[in-house]
């Protein structure tokens, strides 16, 4: 399943194709960039299409550099926000107690903190509804 995913709020200086290409393999597998944020037109929000694992868990947010970079997924309507799969909702979950907050940790751009480490277990499960954007709410105009 191939899904638009937005990175709100990125930094300039991770506008490169290269950098944006290996966040996209830690959401699944980059198919392509945005033409706009290549060209960083656009700078509200790196737009990447990723290739998802509808058996896998949405990563929620990326630790990138020494904060979260949340992720943001265009136009997916059914999201479990207990176990973060694509395909159901929260109330037919059958996963009890999600072995995974999702978070994903991100070695690009610079030498890993030695936080990192620390980070998961410090913060609460990070899936929620803040994940889906539709791009009719949104400001971004895409492709044509
Ligand atoms: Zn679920």
Redesign the pocket.
């Known amino acids: 399943m191939i899904v638009w995913v937005r990175l709100p709020t990125l930094k300039v200086h991770f506008y490169h194709r290269e950098v944006l290409t290996s966040l996209g393999n830690l959401i699944g597998r980059t198919i392509k960039l945005d033409y706009h944020t290549i060209n960083q037109q656009r700078r509200k929000f790196a737009r990447l299409a990723v290739e998802i694992d509808m058996t896998k868990h949405l990563v929620p947010r990326i630790f990138l550099d020494d904060h979260w970079q949340k992720v943001e997924y265009e136009n997916l309507l059914t999201v479990?926000f207990?176990?973060?799969?694509v395909g159901?909702s929260?109330g037919?979950?059958?996963?009890v107690h999600p072995a995974t907050t999702g978070d994903q940790l991100a070695n690009v751009g610079g030498p890993v903190p030695a936080k990192q480490a620390t980070v998961e277990e410090a913060t609460p499960a990070g899936f929620g509804p803040w994940m889906l954007v539709s791009k009719k709410a949104g400001d971004f105009l895409g492709i044509r």
């Open positions: 479990c207990e176990c973060g799969k159901h929260s037919g979950c059958s996963t």
